[in-house]
């Protein structure tokens, strides 16, 4: 087989998926086609790019269109695949100026990743509203805010990023004031972006506690921590409309009043849009492909997807649940370069499994961190088919006697029938959200809540008091579990 | 059976024995027997009181004799088990005015705790020269190190202190360099805290590297942390005597040529000897009682010794090592607690078992933090019948662009047969000690390195890389265990 090893997005899992690839079958060839002319950002830097902890655009850069090509990988940039056929094995192929071709391929990954979801709102066209799709957005919300004299264009230091859309964006008055849409990770973290840029920052959440999917405990200390920098947090609160002009001028929001009939406007100069994410999909339709959780390509445990010799990974991509067992749709990073790295060993002949996904996510809001893995919320634990029982501590993260010790919350959820771990949030200011991966780590061994209760975890005054947070919370759940037996 | 469970030691597992059975067995008396004054300090903050990070002793106490009074467990200070006569069950008592009884027992839990060893080094009689032995030696050492005019009475705000040692101690003249003879943890930790205080400090290891059962990497690493901040490190170097009259005038140590007979000699005026701990199991002298590695008690899965009705728990006795199934001896905060913890609950009528331990433990050195897990050095693995490999790698903490990003150490490793995880270090100064529980986790889950290569651990950019220094480490590791398939 002489068809090169075709990857559709020169992205975390795309490159991850060539570069194995290239390093283990010498003698096959691999394309990689990017639509844009961005490969192999940080895109989870973002927000920090924003609040100004990084300094310049390039700071986000993992591997340059040079490095790609020193590793041997035939990237092409500007090249949209725009469909796929499975019978004849071949792609096509778009380019800006217009042109088509087909490419044949031995084997294809789809690695095309998603776009942030604006979901009613339509930022287009209004000056001052956004949405953190991609690096140009980041780029110009990042020109927008700064003062017109005050811009360092050296701030946005990469060839690839939209220029004018940067200077257009530098030229206009610097807001004041800055809603965010949408009480998500990329929402909180936005929240302490604006603020540490001085910004008057309004954070709106449709549901009744921010980072939804982190459970109640995490969302309100997280609250907490924003509100008390100043940050005016609105949850339970959905947003109506966005007010504009040819700049944004307001947002209008239900005012919480019972009869649910009324509105409220906040006038605003910037707004910030990302209500979710969505997997880029759309090269697939017509091929009859599998599609699972939230509309993404269907994949089994090395990535293939129903298709023969298509691969998917990425935020386009499910992948198996280790609590569940079945396929999920997680858009995380790590997932992403895990799968690519194996299916890039795969198909070079050595099959790899891309391995479980347990939701594992952190996030800070100032100094609160916060974590979650499994399955958090109730709701998700029973459609799973669990019966959830769940136990919130809060214990310190030292001895108590040493300087630095904190309050740290955990949430751990338990099946009642088998006592099984199924999910666990953490939310402190002291080195909590690392803790998580203790969390991952029984929940993708099964363990049950007493064998989390005897884990022999780290104990020193500087780190750790003698029963852990982790544990204390195993100890308070098991004994409910006791209970009721 | 009306007989009360006698508990011996009114530390750590003794005091979480007799809370865990007093509220399970209402009806059944708990007798608790303490030999000295002092009971449930926490002595793994002792070194953090003498730095000064502690600004009172009583900050270290967890239970006061009025708190387990309350608790309705009968406390005995000042009454010293000397022996146990299984057969009658019942042991003999003294007190310090020589008087002696006996009292029988329906259950017996001997927590009779370790003591700091001093190998051939006797520090009586000789001021300034001193074994952390017990919170008495910590307000000593204390006192010592001040001024005599600057010395506070009430750093020892505790009436169980020897308030007569504290006050000739004080009343020295301040000591200005510092002889630690020992690099275990202790020994690095009081390095810190004679350091915080002020003193040229000298540290003296036998073996190579400092932390011995932390593995090479991490010794080297703590040991630059404590170079750096002036501390004299002398590792390879076994010391030979103290020099004294009344008082510490100097150490004697091997030079290090190859002839290995010269000697030098470093005048010190504070001398801190710690080269290891020993069970106190004197009292069981004469039972015939099993006893395992050091010289611990040996206790099955439930803490039961050989005699029956008689358990052992914490510093004095084994537990089974999660790793290779078989007794060991780690006298560590953790174990003692879980295991008088669960003997409390079984000796109740609920039969809970103490647990494994793993052998977790974490350091600092100033800002170097260091956590070690299972069978890290390869004597030990080998001792155990496994046939290590292993392998050390440095990563970032956090994403190389994200401020406080530091290279974190992390050492691997496994059985060349199963690729099973037998054991793990990590050393960095970001957060690094804490991450130790994520390798305990996999432990105990008898994960394989392709399994911890495959943990969803948790990415996002202040926290960890997107490919954690644990996954790169496994990644590293199974790179080395495929390419010797």
Redesign the interface.
């Known amino acids: 087989m002489s068809d090169p090893f075709v990857v559709v997005g020169a992205d975390?899992a795309g490159l991850s998926a060539a570069s194995k690839f290239r390093r283990e079958a010498l003698d096959r060839e691999v394309v990689v086609f990017e639509k844009g002319r961005w490969i192999s950002y940080?895109y989870?830097?973002m927000p920090?790019f924003i609040e100004g902890?990084?300094e310049r655009m390039s700071?986000?850069l993992s591997l340059s269109p040079t490095e790609v090509d020193d590793r041997g990988i035939d990237l092409r940039r500007g090249r949209e695949v725009v469909g796929v056929d499975p019978d004849e094995k071949r792609v096509a192929v778009e380019t800006p100026d217009g042109d088509a071709f087909e490419q044949p391929y031995g084997d294809l990954l789809v690695a095309t990743g998603g776009r942030a979801s604006t979901g009613p709102f339509d930022v287009r066209g209004i000056d001052g509203a956004f949405t953190l799709h991609d690096m140009d957005a980041a780029a110009a919300i990042d020109a927008y805010i700064a003062e017109p004299d005050a811009y360092d264009p050296d701030r946005a230091d990469v060839s690839a990023v939209d220029r004018e859309r940067v200077e257009r964006n530098a030229a206009m008055s610097a807001p004041e004031t800055a809603a965010i849409v949408g009480g998500g990770?990329v929402g909180v973290e936005m929240a302490e972006a604006l603020s540490g840029r001085g910004l008057d920052v309004h954070l709106f959440h449709r549901s009744g506690h921010l980072l939804s999917d982190f459970g109640e405990a995490v969302g309100e200390r997280v609250e907490e921590a924003l509100t008390g920098e100043g940050v005016t947090v609105h949850t339970g609160t959905p947003v109506e409309a966005l007010v504009a002009d040819d700049r944004i001028e307001a947002i209008r929001f239900a005012d919480g009043d019972a009869d649910g009939e009324d509105a409220e406007t906040l006038p605003v100069d910037l707004a910030v849009v990302g209500v979710g994410i969505r997997p880029n999909t759309e090269l697939l339709d017509g091929t009859g492909v599998e599609l699972g959780e939230g509309g993404a390509v269907l994949t089994d445990e090395h990535g293939r997807t129903s298709l023969p010799d298509v691969y998917a990974a990425g935020d386009c991509a499910t992948a198996f649940h280790?609590v569940t067992g079945e396929p999920a749709w997680m858009p995380?990073?790590?997932?992403a370069?895990?799968a690519g790295r194996a299916i890039g060993a795969t198909v070079a002949g050595d099959p790899s499994?891309v391995?479980?996904?347990?939701?594992?996510?952190?996030?800070?809001a100032f100094e609160m961190?916060a974590?979650r893995?499994g399955l958090v919320e109730d709701a998700a634990a029973r459609a799973a088919g669990f019966d959830p029982v769940r136990e919130t501590v809060t214990a310190g993260s030292r001895?108590?006697?040493?300087?630095g010790a904190a309050p740290t919350d955990v949430t751990l959820v338990a099946d009642r029938d088998t006592g099984r771990l199924i999910g666990g949030s953490i939310a402190g200011p002291d080195?909590a959200?690392?803790?998580?991966?203790?969390l991952?780590?029984?929940l993708?061994?099964d363990?049950t809540v007493p064998?989390v209760e005897?884990?022999?975890?780290?104990?020193?005054?500087?780190?750790?008091p003698?029963?852990?947070p982790?544990?204390v919370a195993a100890k308070v759940l098991n004994g409910t579990l006791e209970e009721e037996e």
């Open positions: 975390a940080a989870c830097g920090y902890r990084v700071n986000l990770y280790a995380l990073g790590l997932t370069n895990r499994p391995g479980d996904i347990a939701g594992t996510a952190v996030v800070k961190e974590g893995v001895s108590g006697y040493y300087p080195r959200a690392i803790r998580i991966d203790t991952a780590t029984a993708e061994a363990m064998e005897r884990l022999d975890l780290a104990y020193a005054p500087p780190f750790s003698v029963w852990d982790i544990l």
